[in-house]
RNA sequence: GGGGAUAUACCAGAGCGGCCAAAUGGGGCAGACUGUAAAUCUGCUGGUGAAUGCCUACGGUGGUUCGAAUCCAUCUGUCCCCA
């Protein structure tokens, strides 16, 4: 299969430039996507760019991955509604190296010919100077051209200073220069990209494209839609905001359960965004997962899966046991019984001497206790106990005043959950 | 530069000088039902307390008043109109 017909059939297809699927089909083709570094990891709202990489490369073509290290300094306003502020130079550098570590893992650098590549714009923007930034890339494109793409547009009411105007002209200049040094024909992205995506293949055109044989030397732009959720909400985001893809930002454990706890609704464009499984084997789950849907079949394959890619198969092993161990009724036995391995991966919070010291009662645990983990006041502490959505060692406790003389698992542990899904350890030294 | 409007909790948005910790909607959390799903219904949604209460809060500062989110002055931000 071709790789845009992968795509279509994945729905990820949203737009592209006419004449992609003959340059795709005509040699392996190298494409590139830029990743912002404004925060120190990825998001899973990085993660469909990275699988269109991933799909890029496994049809045969030469996926770069472009870290925008001199793009992160200036702040894309495709999507902002406002002006946004520096990111600090120590904070963008730091960023960077962390991005690109994570980058490394979901692709194949040593593939041959098609081996994925990592590259930061900074490096050539660094020497750039500001005059020959505005004959070498300014020069090609009008004021008019840029003002009509739409994030510029939306900004006019509002105001947009010159600095986030000019990101278009720098992201376009990096696939100009990816153009001419490593042959890129394509940059891909999500679908708000599409205005910067054609600013670069427009100043390629400009710049290259006037004898006889530009058609055969044009650059291309795909994007693909923005993952939504069927309730309208954003998806991608948990109750305690980002699901990162590093684990000492967002634990492999909470982040399979954010997969797992997937919406029915959801789930079947989730398993086709963002697993590897082909099509019959999708429609094959899917129709497991409609005769016994309680059994979430399709949550667990995609939870399964993405896990491992981000966090190894190991990890992931160890996560879906200890979920299945926490959400069972024999938790506490289980708990006692667990391997080091498998504690490790479980959520658990060491309740510090001096703040146990200050506690009454499990209002007081659960809120101040744990340093604000489950509650962030003691009133919503209470409020949640009387409300019976606590339970210590699987079972529900509903006097807020309750002392603290629980058994603990191993002399050492408390379970205590929080709702049906929320449960967490608490650890006494 | 001149004139006008506006600033309220996570967001939107009411608010009579005392009955305002502040309507309503959304969002969020929880309960029931389920499947760690969705929908629905119910409760909660500033802090502290068992509670009458107390503390902190309606852009900042200062004032009027027994009493201010509400009136006055001033500053700041935002928006609109004119130049």
């Not at 089909?25 to 494409?31: I, Q």
């Not at 997962?289 to 990890?315: D, S």
């Amino acid at each position: 299969m071709n790789f845009i017909e992968e795509l279509r059939w994945r729905g990820m297809l949203q737009d592209m430039i006419p004449g992609l699927e003959n340059q795709l089909a005509k040699e392996m083709t190298v494409a590139y996507i830029g990743f912002d570094p404004t925060a120190p990891s990825l998001h899973i709202g990085n993660l469909a760019a990275i699988m269109l990489l991933k799909h890029f490369q496994l049809c045969g073509h030469k996926p770069i991955a472009l870290v925008g290290g001199a793009t992160g300094m200036i702040g894309d306003p495709s999507g902002k509604a406002a002006e946004r502020e520096f990111l600090s130079e120590d904070t963008l550098r730091a960023n960077q190296v962390g991005i690109q570590k994570q980058l490394e893992k979901f692709l194949e650098f040593h593939a041959g010919a098609n081996s994925a590549e990592v590259v930061n714009n900074y490096d050539w923007f660094k020497e750039f100077s500001f005059l020959g930034f505005l004959r070498e890339a300014g020069k090609f494109l009008t004021v008019n051209y840029m003002m009509s793409k739409d994030s510029v547009k939306k900004r006019l009411e509002t105001g947009i200073s010159f600095t986030e105007f000019s990101y278009q002209l720098l992201q376009g200049y990096d696939f100009y220069h990816l153009y001419k040094t490593k042959n890129v024909r394509l940059q891909m992205g999500g679908s708000d990209q599409w205005g910067n995506i054609t600013t670069g293949t427009e100043i390629i055109r400009r710049k290259e494209g006037h004898d006889e044989d530009a058609t055969e030397r044009a650059a291309f732009a795909l994007t693909t839609p923005l993952v939504t959720k069927a309730d309208g909400t954003k998806f991608g985001k948990s109750e305690s905001g980002n699901v990162w893809l590093d684990a000492e930002k967002t634990s492999p454990y909470a982040f399979y359960q954010f997969w797992l706890n997937a919406a029915d609704a959801d789930v079947p464009r989730l398993i086709r965004v963002f697993t590897l499984y082909t099509k019959e084997q999708i429609e094959e789950l899917e129709k497991q997962h409609a005769e016994a849907p309680h059994l979430r079949i399709l949550q667990k394959a995609v939870a399964e899966e993405v896990t491992t890619r981000v966090h190894g198969a190991e990890v992931c092993a160890l996560v879906i046991e200890a979920s299945s161990l926490l959400f069972s009724k024999d938790a506490v036995e289980l708990i006692a019984g667990a391997s080091d391995a498998l504690l490790a991966q479980l959520p658990i919070h060491e309740v510090s001497a001096t703040l146990l010291a200050e506690c009454k009662n499990l209002t007081d645990l659960i809120s101040v206790g744990t340093d604000n983990l489950i509650f962030p006041s003691k009133g919503e502490a209470r409020k949640a106990i009387q409300n019976n959505a606590i339970s210590v060692n699987k079972v529900k406790v509903t006097d807020p005043n309750a002392a603290l003389d629980f058994e603990k698992i191993r002399g050492q542990y408390l379970l205590v959950g929080n709702g049906k899904q929320k449960n967490y350890i608490l650890s006494f030294k």
